[in-house]
């Protein structure tokens, strides 16, 4: 399991720029990547970027070209850099650990709290 926190979220207006955080107890050889969603009451949690190590970064369209994911690694730390935020945007972003299993497979190992995130337009 990995251990996560999201930190950075916060109320901002229409057009503005938050950065998110990720801090992981541990990224190592076991740890096949981060992942960021949101989530608004109702709706179902949904992928905002994926970043697997040592490939590609993956965003949703609505993230792409405002969205930047970013990887610390003397921290631990992934960050969700945010600009031109909308109001479609609010929402309770986390963030996930995916962790290969001896049999070379994928898992999800670990969630965040969440952070919310407001934007007032």
């Known amino acids: 399991q990995v251990q996560l926190a999201e930190s950075g979220g916060g109320l901002v207006q229409a057009g503005g720029s938050l950065r998110l955080s990720c801090a992981a107890s541990?990224?190592?050889?076991?740890?096949?990547?981060i992942g960021w969603f949101r989530q608004t009451p109702g709706k179902e949690r949904e992928l905002v970027a994926g970043?697997?190590?040592?490939?590609?970064?993956e965003y949703a369209d609505f993230a792409k070209g405002r969205f930047t994911v970013s990887r610390d690694s003397a921290d631990n730390k992934v960050y969700l850099d945010m600009k031109n935020l909308q109001s479609a945007d609010t929402a309770a972003y986390f963030c996930?650990?995916?962790?290969?299993?001896?049999?070379?497979?994928?898992?999800?190992?670990?969630w965040g709290q969440g952070t919310q995130v407001t934007v007032s337009s």
């Open positions: 996930n650990a995916v962790c290969w299993t001896p049999a070379g497979t994928k898992v999800v190992c670990g």
């Open positions: 541990k990224i190592d050889r076991s740890v096949a990547g």
């Open positions: 970043l697997r190590f040592g490939a590609s970064i």
